[in-house]
């Protein structure tokens, strides 16, 4: 592929002794070094498969690294964003990504983009990159990185993960298909658990985020066959990789027809912002009451029963004293055991799947039914820090 | 015919096991197979008309099935079916 800078950067002494296991290596050599120092690839986000994305192509001589995020440092991350460390809790994560990046290679340039990507800056970002590489968490952004890298004709290194499985793939080179020939429209939101609700096991994004990374690698040297044109599965249970044949759908709108001549509105594509207001609609339907005044209940002795239908492994990390564990997916079956003639409190985690329960109950004629608002995650910060957040 | 199918983690919690057996002569017939038996599965396979979702890739063998017929492409015995979702996490 041919980088945007024409000039050929020369390596200092320092370098060549750097990157001495590359120069040695046919396949890169000095000719390659100096391609990858010219190179400029924008990571998309910064997390789990950003991470060791950005550590790689650091280390690697990568000349610049453009960095899209927008978030902080969280104490959740650290089990596999192995870019921050525990020092950088609460930090900006580009903050913390440009200082281990300098430490590890200061040859690198970073150049830090604090914002969400939108269909008003991605053309813009993008465009003076050679190449983009997804480590996204979520579908709007998925689709804009790819309807973007489409219209600009810039490859799109792509990685998903879920639990223990990942996705890669290289999309909208010239010959490759793209996101939208693999899948052609996302599915419903809620319908996919994030990472955040499903869980995922830490060295995943290790796993994939390293194979996006040796596919950029790939890429800017020009050696190798590159995924393109297929689709790796990974299964980390079954330590299982697997190729797919990818093809290039000629009905698809974005490389296929070219129907898609601008960026769209990708929430609206994704069905985000209807979802969010149904959710909002809906917890603001039931009745709700707060951790305080459930505390004050508890506290005066009231005869009423707590429910919290939450998962039993997240039963065994935390739970309110006195509650009853019926999973949302089961509240049907164990109507028969439940007394509408009582007062029920019913929590979850956050609160919107003991929204959906508190609506089963009361279809089911249930009438002093109420939500606990934030769920077990507001208990431990309003009444009891005793209970871990998780 | 003899099917094996492969659901990913995400859909293997809504069967017995992620590897399935399965019968029938095309794809479609292998996949209603399957949902009659999970029940809970069926919706996550097609939807109420019996059709493949944008979001639910269907590989026959090494081979995207969109391409090949979709839901009348024809299998054979020993054929393998995987079942390659929309995930995002990142």
Redesign the interface.
Known sequence: MSTTASVTPELSNEEIFRYSRHLILPEVGLEGQKKLKRARVLLVGVGGLGSPAALYLAAAGVGTLGLVDFDVVDATNLQRQVLHGTSAIGKRKLDSARERIEDLNPNVKVEAHETPLTSRNALEIIGTYDLVVDGTDNFQTRYLVNDACVLLGKPNVYGSIYRFEGQASVFATAEAPCYRCLFREPPPPGLVPSCAEGGVLGVLPGIIGTIQTTEALKLILGIGESLAGRLLLVDALRMNFRTLNLRKDPECPACGTHEIKELIDYEEFCGVRQAAAADAAAQSAVPEITPAQLAARIARGDDFDLIDVREPHEWDIARIPGARLIPLGTVVEALPTLDSARDIVVHCKVGGRSAKAVQQLQASGFRKVWNLAGGITRWSDDVDPSVPKY | MAVTLFL???LARLADSGTLRSEGDTVGEVVENIAGRYPDLAPRLRDEKGDP?????F?LN???I??TGSFRSPVKDGDEL?I???????
Request: aromatic share 18%; no cysteine; net charge negative.
């Open positions: 990913p983690t995400v979702y944008a979001f639910v890739t590989y090494d081979e995207d969109r391409f995987t390659v979702p929309a995930i995002a996490g990142g």
